[in-house]
Each structure stands twice: as C-alpha cells, then as structure tokens.
C-alpha cells in the first residue's frame, strides 16, 4: 500500500497524477512512480524517497498521456527500492497499481514462474499484472482478464489496471481497500483518498467491497461482487483544495494541533438541543438500539485504542455500564465470547483500518446484533458496515500522527457515554454537568495552547535524550500512553508509559538522571497517590516533568518542572490534558529534526493486516 491516483481525461494525466501523490503524501510512503499509454504504449517513472524526486526525474525526461496510474508505496513485500515501487508492468503492455495485500501471492508466483513469466520484484503486486497477463492470452477482454484473475486473488486490494492494447480504458477494482471515483467533466479519476482528487472535481462515487469499475472517457460502467451491473451514487464533497494545506503553519501537526477548540465545537454542533443531548444524533434508531444494550465491547487500534481506554473508564465510573475494550488485530484471533446484548463500539479516523474492520465483521459473525462507528471517514466501510454511526468531524487531518482525530473521538465518545449511561446509574445532574464541560473545552484548549511557548522550552531538555517515561492514573493513563506514542512516532525517542502504580513493580529500576518521566496530574481523586509516585521518583534523582492543575500547591523540588495547566473538571480532564503532551511531542520532534507530518516506517491509515 499506501496511494493511489489514476485517471483519464482529454488533456495531459502526469500534473494530475503528481499533484494528487504530492496530496497523499501524509499516508507515509517511500517510493513513488507513475505510467501513462500514449500512442499505445505504456511509458513507467519510478523513483526512491519523495514524489519531489519523481516529479524532477519527470521533468528531466517528460513523458506525456491522457490515461495513466500512479502509487506512492509503503513497503509491505520487499525493502523499498526503485524496482519494488509501482506500478508494476508486465510483457511492456500491462500496468498495475495496488493497495492491499495478496495473501496467496507465493502459490500463484510459482505458477507464473513455471509458465515462464519473469519477476523483477519482491512485491505481492506484480503477481497480479502478471496474472492477468497471462489471461489475456487466451482473450483480448481487458476487463475478462482482470475479473478471471481477482477471483484468484486472496486477500486485501485496491487496483488501477490500464493496458496499451486497450488505451480507453481504466480499471478500478476494490476489496477490502478503499477506492473512489472522481467524476469531472469530460474525465474521470480514480484514488485511495478524496483529498487527491480535490483540485480536479468535488463529486465522488465511493466504491463498494467487491466492486469492479471500468472508465472510459465518456461513461463508468461499475459490476458489483455478483458481477451485475449497479450504479453507485455521485457524491459531492464539502472539501476544497485548500482544506488540505498547511496555511501559516510550518507542519499539519502544528497546524492540526490548533485546529482542535474548532474540531470539538464541529463534533458537539447540531447535537444538542436546550443543551440535551439528542440521541437521534447516533441514528434513526439510536433510541431503540441503546434500550437494549447490557455492556459495552470497544474495538480499535492505535490511537483509536487509546481513546477507547479512557471511554473505558467514563462508562464504568460515570455509567456504572459494563465495558471491555481490546486491541482490534487481537480481538478478531483470540476466540473471544461476546456477552448477549452487547453494543459493539468500533474507532477509527479513517474508517478503513483494516484489523479494525475485520474484528467488527468478527463480532457480528459471534452473534453481536448492535454495532456503533465513531468515525471520521463519512463514507467508510466501517461507516457502511455499523448499524449505528457518531462522525467525529474532526476534518481533514493531514499529519501521520493524530492530534484532532483524538479528540474529537474522546468527545464523541463522551457522548455515547451520556446517551447510554442514561439507561443505568448517571443521573440527570451529572448529564447536564458533564453536558456544560463539554461545551466549555473550546475554551479551555485554547487556554492551554497558549503554553506552546513554554512547552517549546521545555522540549530542548529532549534533544539528546533516547529514552522517556509516561505515568498517570485512572483514566489519564491511557493519555499518559497517548504521548508516548506520539513522542516515539514523530521524534524516534524510546518512550514507555506507565499506571504510576506500577513504577515500583519494575520501571522504577529505569530511573535516573537521564531518564526523563513525564506525568499528568489534574485535580482529582487520585491526585495524593500521584504525588507519592512523583516522590518515588524524585527520591531516585529522576527529573520529572509535570503538567499540573494550576489551582494545586506545589512544594519546590530541583527534581520537579512543573507546567500549570488551566482548572478543568475531572470528567473531561483527559482531553485537555492530551493537548500539551502534542505539543512536546512536536516540539521535541523539531530539535531533533525528524519528518514531522511523514514518519519513517509509518502510513495515515493502515488499510492491511
């Protein structure tokens, strides 16, 4: 994996093509390339690192076409390397570009082999272009020889097919992988991601799982997973080009980083009314669904898992509602037993995560018969595939690492706490308390931004450090573990967290002046056992950074820094205190001058096992 553009139009494809693999650049890639037919016959760019080095290989040797596809690859099969990036090409007639992984690629490989076919990759893809090679032997059918080969195919995979014989045509399959159509006037496009797409055309028609799509000039003609013939509806997008660039800010994250007070407001708007939450808000039949649930089983990885850690606590203390949660790869192999009437959250910005989805289709196959998204992807398979949907509407985020995503998943899932834990123990007051400190986080986010300079600071005592360690309690563990993730996506820092706890039960033997131990500490129940952990280290000569409520008193200590953060109630502390841990993390990652937006070894949405 990781983009893909392609498209067919009256005029030259190669600006459109680079355009859209420079917009999908935040995916995490390392390698790039293009193909386009002209005068039939199929002409290939590729090259190692950034699509600016593709871009000035192109320029240096123009090549010109009204119909190509083009990749920027995230190594899965084989290191990156110029030969491994796509598309991939086969008897100089065929051009593949894939998404996905082919689970069955050695078995066909072999037989490719023995038929006398050479392999000039590592790559799972190049038995696909290979394979429906081969088919076209026995048939001139460019779009026969494409469904006869992907019903041998197993696995995960978005594909842009053009073949030199066939100069007309482009064709988009998809299984497992996302993939849309862009429709313009007189052209049409294909992408992994609308944001490629946005500086050509605004409409969309999003392809479904099984979907085989053939693009002439003039018409789409799409065959669904039973081979009929469907039409898909033309889907027109609130995004602008613009939506997608950096503005004033140096990087995405920065800029994404700021943009969290509005994301949250976007998440909370049309949602209440006479400051009651709606439950029409989760769908038609939210009410009718919610009045059955019994526990709570929340699904996700990454970051998104992090967000269900603290929802895991909210439904428990707030809601007294039973709730598991469990890392989606994990889930869908570990034979789990789902409890009767259970209400199956999943979490993903994308929407595509593919462990994520793939757990969601777990759960229903044990017999789970209600299904909720918080999601950020509007028409996402995990979208289309839950009974029940709460969009994030977090926007465009472009960096690797998530900031506003986060957020606005914790938010949203602050309120599925309040419209289900009406049906246990949370009492009308503290729904109408948690409801107004909700809407009072705008606010207080942009109080603590207001730090950054401070924070930015604080960070240059990270510029030789290898090593950092997180601690929280109660439900700011998980963002004790939130940054450091971040820390160690963006800066490349070892970074562990920790319940502080747990410190003298073994990490404690970490500690010494050069670990840094970095601890969040709100106003709350479980304020004097932190402060006896921060001792425990202190003790050790550990120099401690603490993000501290600024109503509390702090003892002098040369041990201890610590970072006032503005009063906020406990229910919606997590999310407040996320904000300055961001901010290290990112001004960390600038001293020690790391890709901040693109992260070596990491892609946006991770769409394969």
Known sequence: MCGIVGGIA????????????????????????????????????????????????????????????????????????TAN?????????????????????????GALKEDGYLFTSETDTEVIVHQIAQTMESTTNLLAAVKSTIAKLEGAYSLGIINADNPETLIACRKGSPLVIGVGIGEYFIASDVAALLPVTQR?????????????????????????????PVKESQLTADSVNKG????????????????????????????????????????????????????ACGTSYHAGLVARY????????????????????????????????????????????????????????????????????????????????????????STKAFTTQLTALMLLVLAIGRRFQLSDELEAKITSELFSLPGKIEAVLKLDETIKVLAEQFAEKQNALFLGRGSQYPIAMEGALKLKEISYIHAEAYPAGELKHGPLALID???????????????????????????????????????????????????????????????????PLQLLSYHV?????????????????????
């Not at 065929?94 to 690629?105: F, M, Q, Y």
């Not at 969309?204 to 898909?232: H, M, P």
């Not at 199956?344 to 017999?367: N, Y």
């Open 314 to 401: 909210w439904f428990e203390e707030l809601a007294r509602v039973p709730c598991n949660i469990e890392v989606a790869s994990e889930f869908r192999y570990r034979s789990p037993v789902l409890a009767p009437d259970t209400l199956v959250v999943t979490i993903s910005q994308s929407g595509e995560t593919a462990d994520t989805l793939a757990a969601l289709q777990e759960a229903k196959k044990l017999g789970a018969k209600y299904s909720i998204a918080v999601c950020n992807g509007p028409e996402s398979s995990l979208v289309r595939e839950s009974d029940l949907v709460l969009m994030t509407r977090a926007g465009p985020e472009i960096g690797v690492a």
């Open 248 to 299: 004033e800010y140096r990087h995405y994250m920065l800029k994404e980083i700021y943009e969290q007070p509005f994301a949250i407001s976007q998440t909370l708007e049309g949602r209440f009314i006479n400051n009651r939450l709606q439950e029409s808000a989760f769908g038609h039949n939210a009410t009718e669904v919610f009045d059955k649930i019994k526990s709570v089983q929340i699904l």
């Open 513 to 579: 002046a050069d670990m840094p131990v970095i601890t969040v500490a709100p106003n709350n129940s479980l304020l004097e056992k932190l402060k006896s952990n921060i001792q425990e280290v202190s003790a050790r000569g550990g120099q401690l950074i603490v993000f501290m409520d600024e109503t509390l008193a702090s003892a002098p200590d040369t041990n201890i820094q610590i970072i006032k953060i503005p009063q906020v109630d406990n229910e919606v502390a997590p999310i407040v205190y996320t904000i």
């Open 10 to 81: 009256q005029r030259n494809i190669v600006p459109i093509l680079i355009e859209g693999l420079k917009r999908l650049e935040y995916r995490g890639y390392d390698s790039a390339g293009l193909a386009v037919i002209n005068n039939q016959t199929i002409f290939r760019k590729r090259e190692l690192g950034k699509v600016k080095g593709l871009e000035d290989l192109i320029h240096a040797e123009p090549i010109t076409g009204t119909i190509g596809i083009a990749h920027t690859r995230w190594a899965t099969h084989g290191k990156p390397s």
């Open 204 to 232: 969309f028609i999003f392809l479904e799982d099984g979907d085989i799509a053939t693009l002439t000039i003039d018409k789409i003609v799409i065959y669904d997973q039973n081979d009929q013939i469907v039409t898909r």
């Open 85 to 109: 990036a796509h598309p991939h090409i086969s008897q100089d007639k065929l051009a593949v570009v894939h998404n996905g992984i082919i689970e069955n690629h050695e078995d066909l490989r």
């Open 589 to 609: 990652a600038i001293l020690k001058g790391t890709d901040v937006d693109q992260p070596r070894n990491l892609a946006k949405s991770v769409t394969v096992e």
